[in-house]
Structures are given as structure tokens and as C-alpha cells.
């Protein structure tokens, strides 16, 4: 049974009671997810990098992320104004950057990160966007480690 200010959700890891300041809104929902507005983010285990950004309103719905920043130091997300005011944020600092994380079955060596479409949130508001991004340094397949970057 849910506590007054908790919510019971499936996820793909289960039923879950989720206290709702965990619940992320997402306004324009996430690229080819569109009709999706609420997430929360859940561990995968203590020492892991990776969340899983749950769907509320779908249980099959979880997208593998991290922190971008655990596996590469320079990366720059450009936050348009428009963007900015969506998200309730004043600066950079006042936001987690996520990325979604690709993992081959059976090959975990080419495992890639999406750098052009980092999914930004205000920790405080709880408003995430998707802001894709359009500098090419950044591609939609980053292998960490990588030491030249693809154009």
C-alpha cells in the first residue's frame, strides 16, 4: 500500500513505491517518446554509473543513462534561452546533464553514449528536457575511451 505522498508504479524492474518528488516531468517528452511526460530515475545498483529513466505511464519504457561526465571530461551542453526558461534554471550548475547509454547484448565493450541528445534536468523543480545539440563533436554513438572523436 502507498504512503500518502508515494506512488506504486510497474517498471521494468518490478513494482515500485515511488515517493512523488522523485516523479520527473517532462514536458515535451523525450525524442520518439513523445506522448511520455512523467519519469523518475532509478539506481541499478550502488556502485553503477547507469540509472534507468523510468516511464511512469509505461512500464516497458526504461532508457538506460549516466552521468556523461563519469567517462569523458570535456563535453559542453549549450542550453538555448527558450530552454532555459522551460527548465526554470538560471545557470549550467543548477542542472544535471544525463545521456542516454547504448549496451550491445553480449558486448559491453561497445557500449556507446548519445552525446547529441542529452537529457537535461532541474534537480529542484523536477523539469527534465531532451535539448538535442548540433555540434558535431558530440555524435549520437560516443564509445568512451575513444581518443578521436567522429564527425
Do not use: C
Amino acid at each position: 500500500m502507498a504512503k500518502k505522498d508515494e506512488r506504486i508504479v510497474e517498471t521494468r524492474l518490478g513494482p515500485m513505491a515511488l515517493p512523488e518528488a522523485s516523479v520527473l516531468r517532462f514536458p515535451r517528452g523525450i525524442i520518439g517518446f513523445g506522448g511520455h511526460r512523467e519519469f523518475t530515475l532509478i539506481q541499478l545498483r550502488e556502485e553503477s554509473p547507469f540509472l534507468v529513466l523510468q516511464s511512469l505511464d509505461d512500464p516497458k519504457l526504461g532508457l538506460l543513462v549516466t552521468d556523461p561526465y563519469s567517462f569523458m571530461t570535456e563535453y559542453e551542453v549549450v542550453i538555448g534561452e527558450a530552454d532555459r526558461r522551460l527548465l526554470e534554471i538560471e545557470t549550467r550548475e543548477q542542472a544535471t546533464i544525463l545521456v542516454t547509454v547504448t549496451i550491445p547484448q553480449g558486448l559491453p565493450e561497445r557500449t556507446t553514449l548519445n552525446l547529441s541528445g542529452p537529457i537535461v534536468i532541474n534537480n529542484e523543480a523536477r523539469i527534465g528536457l531532451q535539448i538535442p545539440q548540433t555540434d558535431s563533436r558530440y555524435p549520437a554513438h560516443y564509445t568512451p575511451g575513444m581518443t578521436g572523436r567522429k564527425k
